[in-house]
């Protein structure tokens, strides 16, 4: 058994199948992009993994565990992780308290002692900022710390929503069009921070991607949605001369968007 695999996953918004019967399987620390023209079912694909939306059916297992079953908040301390394709952060807050918020789920101290304001949740608090801060550094963001986010630019923002989503210590982390926003400077740097997360964290990475140069040079494997259901899957180097891939998605000569 895969280490995180989704089974014959179908959902339905009223009469509109968005995704249907698709399959996929990842290995642990491998990246895996998906891919597709707006409206292929590839963000519903990804709500349907972290619990936002209803499936119709099918299942999904990570480390041999199901998941379908469970409410958001429990995949998440399960390990299912995700960014948006538009970063939601809390503008009026600083980047350190957004980047802390996403390890809530992990906190070291209960919501008694936060409550009453004891020693333990200062400890948590100092611990839980910590591990923002280190993220944000890994991000090359620690001079960040204490701006407020609204004030940021929207490839700022997409950065801090990733470092956000890692300090929840996803075992899997899915990524909607991570690189969107950005220069090609910030997207190389976010590629690179990606391949290390992957290596040395063992995070499995499943990212949709709209950039076909950042997607090709990220993703071991590469599935292709299409109407909601995939049409193809292989290598990139593959799914570069798939004839439906080319036909339906990158259109003859074209390589720099899908």
Known sequence: MSF?????????????????????????????????????????????????????????HLDGKP???????????????RTFQHAEIFPDQSVIANV??????????????????????????????????????????????????GDLPFGTLKKIDLARALVGKPRVLMLDEPTSGMNDTEAQEVIAACRRIAGELRVTLLVIEHNMRVIMGLANMIHVLDHGEKIADGTPAEIQRNPLVIEAYLGHGSAAHA
Do not use: W, Y
Request: proline share 4%; net charge neutral; aromatic share 4%.
């Open 67 to 81: 998941l379908q079953a469970l409410p958001p908040h429990r995949r998440a301390a399960a390990g299912i992780g």
């Open 4 to 60: 995180f695999s989704i089974d014959n996953m179908s959902v339905i918004f009223g009469g509109l199948r968005a995704v249907s019967n698709v399959s996929l399987a990842l290995g642990e620390g491998e990246i895996h992009g998906v891919i597709g023209p707006n409206g292929a079912g590839k963000t519903s694909l990804i709500n349907a993994v972290s619990g936002l939306v209803p499936m119709a059916g099918g299942t999904i």
């Open 100 to 149: 802390m918020t996403g390890g809530f789920a992990h906190r070291q101290s209960s919501l008694l002692q936060d409550f009453l304001g004891t020693p333990g949740k200062a400890a948590a608090e100092r611990q839980a900022r910590r591990e923002a801060e280190q993220m944000l550094d890994a991000f090359g963001l620690l001079s960040f710390c204490d701006a407020l986010a």
